[in-house]
């Protein structure tokens, strides 16, 4: 236990001691990788949540030492588990549906604290299904939406090993805002989060 405590203090002196202020015109990309928990909100009811994966890359572009632009490519798992029960007996019907996204993030990104280690984002999330599946069963073309546009805001901490390397670890949450039911006889919208770590490289 020592050990490890004398490690993160190294770390965390480390990253003070060569925190960086970055200036207007910095580039950062930032690969990342980590899991997700989405749900789907169906008519005022939320479905049983589904752990995936979340992985891609991110780019921020600073427009001054507090602001930068972040965009990017991420996949996410999305979608629910679904558990209704029978009318008139104990019986369920359990299913999962499973939806793959690649997702291109639009946000603004504040850096804060006195060595803008910390950010908070926000913004928009434009969606493109690449795969859908409920029980592993491919899920046809005209039920559900091949685009979703989702808000999205998170937070994260870098930890700066060198003034062009660090390490990020983040958080997003995400609200999907429009219906994923191509029927439209549900509206029904993801909603989830993801936490990752990534590496953050000045170019």
């Given at each position: 236990m020592k050990k490890i405590l004398l490690s993160l203090i190294t770390i965390a002196s480390i990253s003070v001691g060569n925190a960086q202020i970055k200036e207007?015109?910095?580039?950062?990309?930032?690969?990342?990788?980590?899991?997700?928990?989405?749900?789907?909100?169906?008519?005022?009811?939320?479905?049983?949540?589904?752990?995936?994966?979340?992985?891609?890359?991110?780019?921020?572009?600073?427009l001054n030492n507090r602001w930068s632009l972040r965009s990017g490519l991420m996949y996410n798992t999305m979608g629910g588990e679904y558990n209704i029960d029978l009318i008139g007996s104990n019986a369920k019907i359990n299913f999962e549906d499973k939806l793959n996204y690649l997702n291109i993030p639009i946000n603004a990104n504040w850096h804060f604290g006195s060595t803008r280690k910390w950010n908070l984002n926000f913004g928009l999330t434009p969606s493109f299904l690449l795969s859908a599946k409920v029980n592993d069963e491919t899920i046809p073309d005209d039920i559900i939406e091949p685009f979703q546009?989702?808000?999205?805001?998170?937070?994260?901490?870098?930890i700066e090993v060198n003034k062009k390397l660090g390490i990020l670890i983040d958080y997003q949450a995400f609200i999907g805002l429009t219906n994923i039911d191509k029927t439209n006889y549900s509206n029904i919208t993801n909603i989830g989060d993801a936490f990752s770590i990534g590496a953050v490289l000045e170019l």
């Open positions: 207007k015109g910095t580039y950062e990309i930032t690969p990342k990788i980590g899991v997700s928990n989405f749900s789907e909100y169906n008519e005022g009811e939320s479905t049983d949540g589904i752990i995936g994966v979340a992985f891609g890359a991110t780019a921020d572009y600073y546009l989702c808000l999205n805001f998170g937070i994260g901490y870098k």
